[in-house]
């Protein structure tokens, strides 16, 4: 089964704002808009990206504090993780 465009550009909606990102948000909204997203059906699909986003956050918070928990962490070093500074 392919999904239309109505469908695509709503989970696109949710995604923004699961990933914090407003330009790609305002992008969504607007092809959402164009194809065929109704105002009800954008709001349902941001407080679904809403309710991720703040699922995935409350993990990475409670990961995190039990990381402080243990030994102290050292800076990371060159290679290790994400690349985040």
């Given at each position: 089964?392919?999904?239309?465009?109505?469908?695509?550009?709503?989970?696109?909606?949710?995604?923004?704002?699961?990933?914090?990102?407003?330009?790609?948000?305002?992008?969504?909204?607007?092809?959402?808009?164009?194809?065929?997203a109704e105002w009800q059906e954008i709001a349902q699909a941001i407080e679904i990206g809403k309710m991720v986003r703040q699922g995935a956050s409350s993990k990475m918070d409670r990961f995190a504090s039990s990381l402080n928990q243990k030994a102290p962490l050292t800076a990371g070093?060159?290679?290790?993780?994400?690349?985040?500074?």
């Amino acid at each position: 089964m392919k999904l239309d465009d109505h469908t695509l550009r709503l989970i696109a909606v949710g995604a923004s704002i699961a990933a914090n990102c407003q330009p790609c948000l305002e992008s969504n909204v607007a092809k959402a808009l164009e194809n065929g997203a109704e105002w009800q059906e954008i709001a349902q699909a941001i407080e679904i990206g809403k309710m991720v986003r703040q699922g995935a956050s409350s993990k990475m918070d409670r990961f995190a504090s039990s990381l402080n928990q243990k030994a102290p962490l050292t800076a990371g070093l060159p290679g290790e993780g994400c690349g985040c500074p």
